[in-house]
């Protein structure tokens, strides 16, 4: 037979759930949220995991830095399986017009791609593509570069100094997405062509890499092993299981943030859940009563009420993760086509269980503490109705508490960066009871200033003041919405204004690469002629340029696995060095002093910190570097905070020129310049330098600028989802509380008030309510951007004031709107029925 | 004395004080009344004498801020309220003025639901067979919002006497009804009870109803000020 407690509450619930419609959204919402991006994240996942060996371009990839595998290691990497080999550098291409840009260069063997397939616009396969017609070698091109140059297919173009014709437009290489970032539009030639062109040079910054087919049935793991020790551990091994780790890291983390604004959506709208469950059990009331007057004990009673918001809770969830399952399914749908990572939509398990454990958890801790009432209202409110149940510690409270432990917990373990996921808690947290206190100050203040006011304000003060108040029930909400949305608009407009304004100003407008050592003056000259003024250390800095590893810190060999992985950057590849004698402008210098112009002394080394960090490196010690195939050693003299955006000789390791005495050092230079500068530098130099690359600095954050404002949209509507849930509390408040203020808004028009008095009444109180929501959100939207943007960017801070003036303008407004509709609904009735129903 | 032997109700100078936002309000001021087995009892008064407020403290389901009251002869002063709701199952009914039935459940519902909560079996047979006896047989699939006022109150009557207590509080009960309907649910009341054997302690301002009792007892400010047999 069906327990008592089910039973009673299944004939509760017959009631229907019009009151719950609020809980059930505000549940619904959040789980929704982290159900879609969840489900989202896994679609990406398993995408990428079903075409691992195209994304990588074989089983394994094997990758050097400025030489190419020599006739033993491909002896090594043959006797594993197929092999195709591909180069990259970066070129200057030239149409027969004289206008120049940089791109990608990429030279290819005869066996690439060994998985997947390149695609061409029209079809057309890519080796008869890049196959010399005519003595002249052929390439794919990027449309980009076609419509820069203005050039069509079969024209021919330079690439440094070699003659390329362009035989199709490049679409699609199947190993796009391991290899990054490009600066230009990709080419794709022969290798044989590109070793023509001279770009494998020893010491030009250039790479190679070999992708592996094994054969079929060889283990990963061995081949791998076996292969990095016939190669040495010079060589960047990677497999198809981590076929493109950036972007499975940028997942992960686009995965949390979308995630942890759903979360946040559940915390804003657990002041909902709350508010919901403690206004049915506040209705309710009269029930709870009789049934304890008719002998059924408290715990029977809450246990009647624990089931009916359990079952609601169930179904709430069950909407959230309907439609957190099906929109990544209908978007994926629309957009699979543009999408630039592959992806699986599917119903995914895992997502909906995690979303589904956020959304219980949440609603346990939000509607527990309240059903705490259930238990402890007094039958004697059968005859006075101000007795209400009263919130005292109990199994209800302890379990609430226990929840939202667990929901932390959660959300903690599930986070790619548990330390960045205890802070982003800790912050709701600490936000969600300042704004909860404000709310209650609020409160309190209104009921002190209502004796000094008259007419509409006195009732909008006096209703804030009430037991009721929306300032202690909807402006915690509101106001967290606001300062998650305020803080994602102040930190994307402060970095946009770093990208768009500081860095212009700031930054270098133009990088010169591979300028050749023994042709700097006449280099000099030539930019000179083309800027039409003379260069001075204010507007061109031209330092040596080569990379090289560090292999040991105080005697010890460097193991990368075992520095922290935010950190191992510096460590477990090349990084970029210069030799420079006299003390550049603002080094930045922390500690240590910078040798004399004309030192000549055992080598010494000017450290980045954060380079530093990794190995906890300090000012006297002894690191080796492998620089152009030897070791140097060198103590560390300066330890300096460069400024990667400044304009200064910005090498996170600088070493004594001695030390690299003797080594021919290509030359990279930086300038300031305006547009027509800028043009007339890169054609100037297509003469004369035509292998020395021109990176546009501006070129790049424009392109930046362009991504940002196109994700800023897709951020800001993410970040508005924990908004609305703001504003489904403000619409629970009101719908509580529409029976009330009928009966309120009937008596005033029966002492005399008219409409316009009592509109104004409600917009001055909604109104405030809002208003205080989104000052407070805006504040603590301040306090969360700023350390991002300066600490975690190193971006200069700058206030969105337009930004932050339009979030407080729309959170009054749309309370305010609130407290008009409350007012007109109430208003729409007529008095004498309403009295009556009192 | 023991509880079998004891009266059902006893109050030995009960007080009540309420507070409220005017400062403390006293309802009830030193009240001694006693009802014995089967004995009808009408406490009859002003508005704010203190009527309704003696039988929240005499069922138990609010605590005198004074002196004593024993139920059964238990005093309810070391009982907790669940031990409180305990000790009526089955043994205290109420009857209210605004009837207070269960608005999700059927008549047959609500009359279960007190043999339900004490875990009587035969539960919706005894509910079936109570309908049947205030006359609304027909009627026990409807909701409290299907039924009139005096329906209603009928329902409310057999929900208070199905599981025959020995002590039945009525607080005003025909108070919201019309003549036919209140002397309808006055004669069923008188009637049932007089054939259950429980004692009544019935709240009225209807004088005539209040000479139905046994007894009357007259409040004012919180006091007994008369006390009176009425029988014939």
Redesign the interface.
């Given at each position: 037979m069906m327990p008592?407690s089910l039973?009673?509450a299944s004939?509760?619930?017959?009631?229907g759930v019009r009151g719950f419609r609020i809980f059930l959204a505000c549940l619904a919402l959040g789980v929704a949220a982290i159900a879609a991006a969840g489900s989202t994240a896994e679609a990406f996942r398993r995408g990428l995991a079903s075409q691992a060996s195209e994304i990588l371009g074989g089983d394994l990839a094997l990758s050097i830095r400025q030489r190419q595998f020599d006739p033993a290691e491909r002896a090594a990497l043959e006797a594993a399986g197929r092999v195709s080999y591909s180069v990259a550098s970066m070129a200057m291409a030239e149409a027969p017009s004289g206008e120049r840009r940089l791109i990608e260069l990429r030279g290819v063997s005869d066996g690439y791609p060994l998985a997947g397939k390149v695609t061409l616009q029209g079809g057309g396969a890519l080796q008869d593509a890049i196959a010399p017609v005519a003595g002249v070698a052929g390439a794919v091109v990027e449309q980009p570069l076609l419509d820069r140059l203005h050039l069509k297919v079969g024209d021919q173009f330079l690439a440094g100094n070699l003659p390329l014709v362009v035989r199709g437009v490049l679409m699609d290489e199947p190993d796009r997405l391991s290899r990054g970032f490009a600066l230009g539009p990709r080419v794709i030639a022969n290798i044989g062509a590109v070793e023509k062109g001279g770009f494998l040079a020893p010491g030009l910054p250039f790479g190679e890499t070999a992708r592996v087919a094994l054969r079929p049935g060889a283990p990963l793991e061995a081949a791998k092993a076996h292969l990095r020790t016939e190669l040495g551990g010079i060589v960047r091994i990677r497999d198809r299981e981590d076929a493109a780790p950036g972007i499975h890291r940028l997942i992960d983390q686009l995965e949390y943030f979308l995630g942890f604004i759903g979360l946040a959506s559940l915390v804003a709208g657990g002041l909902g859940v709350f508010g919901a469950v403690s206004a049915y059990l506040e209705a309710r009331k009269?029930?709870i009563?009789?049934?304890?007057?008719?002998?059924?004990?408290?715990?029977?009673v809450r246990d009647i009420y624990l089931i009916q918001i359990g079952l609601l809770a169930v179904l709430g969830v069950a909407i959230g993760l309907t439609i957190g399952a099906a929109a990544p399914l209908v978007l994926g749908a629309i957009v699979k086509n543009s999408l630039p990572i592959p992806a699986l939509f599917a119903v995914y398990p895992g997502p909906l269980l995690k979303a589904a454990g956020f959304g219980l958890l949440s609603a346990a801790a939000f509607s527990l503490a309240p059903l705490g009432r259930a238990r402890s209202t007094?039958?004697?409110s059968?005859?006075?109705s101000d007795l209400s149940g009263t919130l005292t510690i109990g199994p209800e409270i302890v379990s609430a508490v226990l929840a939202a432990a667990g929901l932390a917990a959660m959300a903690v373990a599930t986070a790619p960066t548990k330390l960045a996921a205890v802070i982003m808690i800790v912050g709701v947290a600490v936000s969600f009871g300042l704004l909860w206190l404000l709310g209650w100050g609020a409160a309190w203040v209104a009921g002190k200033a209502r004796g000094r006011a008259r007419g509409p304000l006195r009732i909008g003060l006096a209703n804030l003041a009430g037991p009721h108040s929306a300032a202690r029930t909807a402006s915690p909400a509101i106001g967290l919405g606001v300062a998650l949305l305020g803080a994602v608009v102040l930190i994307q407009s402060a970095l946009l204004n770093q990208v768009a304004e500081v860095a212009p100003r700031t930054a270098p407008a133009l990088v010169f690469t591979d300028i050749p050592a023994d042709r700097t003056v006449q280099f000099d000259a030539a930019v000179a002629r083309a800027f039409g003024q003379p260069l001075t250390q204010k507007n061109y800095l031209r330092e040596p340029f080569v990379t090289g590893r560090i292999t040991r810190v105080r005697g010890e060999p460097v193991v990368a696995e075992r520095i922290a992985r935010q950190d191992r950057w510096a460590y477990d590849s090349d990084i970029s060095m210069s030799a420079i004698g006299p003390k550049p402008e603002d080094p930045g210098i922390l500690d240590g002093r910078w040798w004399s112009a004309d030192y000549a002394g055992p080598p010494l080394v000017a450290l980045d910190v954060d380079v530093a960090k990794g190995k906890d490196v300090k000012v006297g010690d002894e690191i080796t570097l492998s620089v152009l195939g030897r070791d140097i050693d060198a103590r560390v003299a300066v330890l300096r905070k460069v400024d990667f955006g400044g304009f200064g000789a910005s090498f996170p390791l600088v070493v004594t020129p001695s030390a690299v005495e003797g080594a021919n050092l290509r030359q990279v230079a930086i300038a300031k310049a305006s547009r027509k500068q800028e043009a007339a530098v890169i054609h100037e130099l297509g003469r004369d330098f035509p292998t020395v690359n021109v990176i546009s600095v501006r070129e790049q954050l424009e392109a930046a600028t362009d991504l940002f404002d196109r994700l800023a949209l897709a951020i800001r509507g993410a970040a508005a989802v924990a908004a609305l849930a703001g504003l489904l509390v403000l619409a629970g408040a009101i719908a509580a509380r529409a029976r009330a203020r009928t009966r309120e808004a009937a008596t005033l028009k029966v002492l005399g008030a008219s409409r316009v008095q009592i509109l104004s009444a409600y917009v001055l109180e909604y109104g405030a309510v809002g208003l205080i929501a989104g000052a407070a959100g805006v504040a603590l939207g301040y306090a969360a951007a700023w350390p991002v943007v300066v600490k975690v960017f190193h971006a200069k801070w700058s206030m969105d004031w337009a930004g932050v003036a339009a979030l407080l303008a729309a959170a009054s407004l749309v309370a305010g709107v609130g407290g008009l509709l409350a007012a007109f609904q109430a208003l729409s009735k007529r008095p004498a029925p309403a009295l009556r129903a009192e | 004395m023991t509880e079998a032997a004891a009266d059902p109700l006893v109050l030995e100078d009960v007080a009540l004080t309420l507070p409220s936002a005017a400062g403390p309000v006293e309802i009830l001021r030193g009240l001694n009344v006693q009802v014995a087995s089967g004995e009808r009892v009408a406490l009859v008064g002003p508005s704010g004498s203190g009527k309704s407020s003696l039988i929240a403290v005499a069922a138990g389901l609010e605590r005198p801020t004074g002196g004593r009251v024993l139920l059964f002869g238990q005093d309810l002063a070391g009982v907790d309220e669940d031990g409180r709701a305990r000790l009526r199952r089955g043994r205290v009914s109420l009857v209210f003025q605004s009837f207070h039935l269960l608005p999700n459940m059927t008549a047959e519902e609500n009359v279960a639901a007190p043999l339900e909560i004490a875990r009587t079996p035969g539960a919706t047979e005894t509910a079936k067979a109570w309908l049947d006896r205030v006359g609304l047989s027909a009627r026990g699939r409807h909701y409290p919002h299907q039924l009139s006022g005096g329906e209603q109150q009928r329902v409310a009557l057999a929900r208070a006497l199905a599981s025959r207590p020995a002590l039945l509080f009525a607080d005003e009960p025909t108070g919201n009804l019309d003549a036919a309907n209140a002397t309808h649910v006055a004669e069923l009341m008188f009637d049932l009870v007089a054939e259950t054997g429980a004692a009544l302690v019935l709240v009225t301002h209807d004088e005539s109803l209040a000479r139905r009792a046994d007894r009357t007892v007259r409040l004012r400010d919180g006091r007994v000020a008369q006390e009176s047999s009425t029988a014939a």
């Open positions: 008592l039973r009673f004939r509760e619930l017959r009631g009269p029930v009563a009789t049934l304890k007057a008719l002998g059924a004990e408290g715990q029977l007094p039958p004697a059968l005859f006075r | -």
